[in-house]
Each structure stands twice: as structure tokens, then as C-alpha cells.
């Protein structure tokens, strides 16, 4: 079984169903002949040729607009944001278009539409290249808002997100795009969209991440049990909506404490709204109020400053501790 990292994970779920599925394209700024700026889309331009593997001008408005066409069509375009940042162009046609086609046709039309955009900071980018918006596109009704953690789930998300009939933002956390190796199966996995899952048992405490958090998140955990022989639960999200409540629900109930670690800003994200779930279903189980340790409701810094902005082991741990010795 090969050892890859997230980039060449989601290659190869790309590559997969590029294979079987002719209706699947690729489309976005350099993803063909240069094979994207990360190099997520690298060999597939000369595997597909530029029919299915498409580059377009720097028009994020028009990538998604003609890949809506494309869905309505009968194709499943897969299109590339460079970055996250420059994704605020494509609002009006996600908003206005891709989001409510299903409800528009009273089910008669669908659009399966991938957007895929590296997100995050971690690797002293330039401005607009660094941004945590799940939440922007998680508060869309009709779009689903996916974010893989390690290489074996994000192959298998992606291949997920593009047989989704439904449009999909697929959030790929760059800091941990070749941060590490996992081994990924060559034989087909698909993840179900709409669930998370338990990467650690616990009975203390409830830890939630997603993303390039996870790592950090799992860091803290294995220091705090080793000090305090405690039992932490951690939970990866992995799809932000529909977000699965019940996995964290059923597990606060029986944890009682839960700390949240999100990359966004503090204000109006993801974490808040577990926590309010958590209070709607088991506040009463609750030995300790719901914590959250995240970014700062500020812009994100340049270079040096930016890892000291942005969640890192130390301040799960602190926040772990403080939730413990309520």
C-alpha cells in the first residue's frame, strides 16, 4: 500500500475517476498543463487531454459559471479556486445558481459541481491567500461543505464530493497538504458526506477539529493524558454541512466536557454552532461550559506572526486543562 501525502491522495482520487467516469472534467486557473499551483492536478492534463482537463483565464465568476452549465449538461466539472481567497468572486453564481437549482426544478435538475480551494494559513502566503471561510459556505442551504484532514480521507472525500449529484465546496487544508504520509489503498474508498469520525475513544472529554487542526488537536490530547491519565475522545468533523451532530452529541453526553479547535476566526464560526447543538440536545449533561480555542477576529498576519496567530498544541492543551479543572 503507497505512502502518500494529501496532495498526491486527491491526484489519485482525481485520477480514479477520471478513469471511469468520462463525464468527469477538470477545470481552473494552470490546473492543466502546469498541473495546478500546488500540483494537485499534475499528469492528468497529459493523461485527458485538454478537452477534460481544462485551463481557463483568471475569471474565478466564469469557472464556476460555465461549470454549472457544464452539470446542467451532464458533466461533473471539477473546478479549482487557486486559493481560497480569490473564491469570493464565484458567490453570486454558487449563491444564486448552483445552490438552488434542485429547489428552482422542483428535483427535476441537479448540480453536481465540485469547487475544490486550498484553504488556510501555515504557509506564510501573501494576502488573500490565507483565509478559514467554511462558514461563509456552510451557511447555504444546498451546498455541501467538505474539509479532509489526512490523505486516505480526502481521497476518499473527493471521490465522495464528485459523485455527489449536489454542489460540493472541497476545502483542502494546505498547511498539511505534504506535512505528512499515510498509507492510501489503491483499490476504491468513498467516505460518506454528512459524517464524522471518532479517530480517538475517550471518556473525560470530547475534543472536535477538522482539518489542519486535527494534527495539533491530536498532540495536545496525547499530552494531556499522559500528564493527567484522563480519557479524551477527539472527533474529526470532516464535513461541515450537513455537519453530523449526533456523532458529537452522543459523545458529550458521555464525555460531559467538549473543547472546539477551529482555524477561523472566533466570531459567527463553525464552533459556535456546535456548541450550539451541544446545548440544544445535552446541555444538561454538561460538567463544564463548551470551549473553543481559535483564531483571532482579525485579519490574518504576514509571514513570522502567522504561526503565532494561528492554534497550535500549546493552546489546545491549555484550553484542554482549564475545561478539565472546571
Same mark, same amino acid.
Given at each position: 500500500m503507497a505512502k502518500l501525502n494529501i496532495v498526491q491522495a486527491i491526484n489519485l482520487g482525481l485520477d480514479q475517476e477520471m478513469a471511469k467516469d468520462d463525464s468527469v472534467v477538470v477545470l481552473g486557473e494552470d490546473v492543466g498543463v502546469d498541473g495546478?499551483?500546488?500540483?494537485?492536478?499534475?499528469?492528468?492534463?497529459?493523461?485527458?487531454g485538454e478537452?477534460?482537463?481544462i485551463d481557463t483565464p483568471l475569471a474565478e465568476s466564469g469557472i464556476i459559471g460555465t461549470s454549472i452549465g457544464m452539470a446542467l449538461a451532464g458533466l461533473r466539472p471539477v473546478a479549482e479556486m487557486q486559493f481560497s481567497g480569490f473564491s469570493y468572486h464565484i458567490f453570486h453564481q454558487l449563491e444564486g445558481h448552483a445552490s438552488r437549482l434542485r429547489q428552482?426544478?422542483?428535483?427535476?435538475?441537479?448540480?453536481?459541481?465540485?469547487?475544490?480551494?486550498?484553504?488556510?494559513?501555515?504557509?506564510?502566503?501573501?494576502?488573500?491567500?490565507?483565509?478559514?471561510?467554511?462558514a461563509t459556505y456552510a451557511h447555504l442551504p444546498g451546498v455541501k461543505v467538505v474539509i479532509p484532514s489526512s490523505p486516505r480521507n480526502a481521497r476518499a472525500l473527493i471521490v465522495a464530493a464528485i459523485r455527489d449529484p449536489d454542489p460540493v465546496i472541497f476545502m483542502e487544508p494546505k498547511h498539511v497538504y505534504r506535512a505528512f504520509r499515510e498509507e492510501v489503498p489503491e483499490t476504491e474508498e468513498v467516505?460518506?458526506? !454528512? /459524517?464524522?469520525? =471518532? @479517530? #480517538? +475513544?475517550g471518556s473525560d472529554l470530547t475534543l472536535v477539529a477538522w482539518g489542519a487542526m486535527m494534527r495539533p488537536a491530536l498532540r495536545a490530547a496525547v499530552e494531556v493524558q499522559n500528564a493527567r491519565k484522563v480519557s479524551i475522545e477527539v472527533i474529526d468533523l470532516l464535513t461541515i454541512a450537513p455537519m453530523d451532530s449526533h456523532t458529537i452529541v452522543e459523545s458529550v453526553q458521555?464525555? !460531559? /466536557?467538549?473543547? =472546539? @479547535? #477551529? +482555524?477561523?476566526?472566533k466570531t459567527l464560526g463553525i464552533a459556535s454552532e456546535i456548541i450550539a447543538r451541544i446545548n440544544d440536545h445535552v446541555l444538561l449533561y454538561l460538567e463544564a461550559p463548551v470551549n473553543r480555542v481559535t483564531n483571532y477576529d482579525v485579519v490574518t498576519p504576514?509571514?513570522?506572526?502567522?504561526?503565532d496567530f494561528t492554534p497550535d498544541a500549546g493552546r489546545i492543551q491549555r484550553e484542554i486543562e482549564t475545561t478539565l479543572d472546571f
Amino acid at each position: 500500500m503507497a505512502k502518500l501525502n494529501i496532495v498526491q491522495a486527491i491526484n489519485l482520487g482525481l485520477d480514479q475517476e477520471m478513469a471511469k467516469d468520462d463525464s468527469v472534467v477538470v477545470l481552473g486557473e494552470d490546473v492543466g498543463v502546469d498541473g495546478g499551483v500546488f500540483r494537485v492536478t499534475d499528469g492528468l492534463h497529459a493523461k485527458y487531454g485538454e478537452e477534460r482537463v481544462i485551463d481557463t483565464p483568471l475569471a474565478e465568476s466564469g469557472i464556476i459559471g460555465t461549470s454549472i452549465g457544464m452539470a446542467l449538461a451532464g458533466l461533473r466539472p471539477v473546478a479549482e479556486m487557486q486559493f481560497s481567497g480569490f473564491s469570493y468572486h464565484i458567490f453570486h453564481q454558487l449563491e444564486g445558481h448552483a445552490s438552488r437549482l434542485r429547489q428552482r426544478s422542483l428535483g427535476q435538475r441537479t448540480v453536481p459541481l465540485v469547487v475544490r480551494m486550498p484553504f488556510g494559513g501555515g504557509v506564510r502566503a501573501l494576502e488573500h491567500h490565507s483565509e478559514s471561510r467554511e462558514a461563509t459556505y456552510a451557511h447555504l442551504p444546498g451546498v455541501k461543505v467538505v474539509i479532509p484532514s489526512s490523505p486516505r480521507n480526502a481521497r476518499a472525500l473527493i471521490v465522495a464530493a464528485i459523485r455527489d449529484p449536489d454542489p460540493v465546496i472541497f476545502m483542502e487544508p494546505k498547511h498539511v497538504y505534504r506535512a505528512f504520509r499515510e498509507e492510501v489503498p489503491e483499490t476504491e474508498e468513498v467516505m460518506e458526506i !454528512g /459524517r464524522s469520525e =471518532i @479517530v #480517538q +475513544e475517550g471518556s473525560d472529554l470530547t475534543l472536535v477539529a477538522w482539518g489542519a487542526m486535527m494534527r495539533p488537536a491530536l498532540r495536545a490530547a496525547v499530552e494531556v493524558q499522559n500528564a493527567r491519565k484522563v480519557s479524551i475522545e477527539v472527533i474529526d468533523l470532516l464535513t461541515i454541512a450537513p455537519m453530523d451532530s449526533h456523532t458529537i452529541v452522543e459523545s458529550v453526553q458521555k464525555t !460531559g /466536557r467538549c473543547v =472546539i @479547535v #477551529q +482555524e477561523a476566526p472566533k466570531t459567527l464560526g463553525i464552533a459556535s454552532e456546535i456548541i450550539a447543538r451541544i446545548n440544544d440536545h445535552v446541555l444538561l449533561y454538561l460538567e463544564a461550559p463548551v470551549n473553543r480555542v481559535t483564531n483571532y477576529d482579525v485579519v490574518t498576519p504576514y509571514f513570522g506572526r502567522e504561526l503565532d496567530f494561528t492554534p497550535d498544541a500549546g493552546r489546545i492543551q491549555r484550553e484542554i486543562e482549564t475545561t478539565l479543572d472546571f
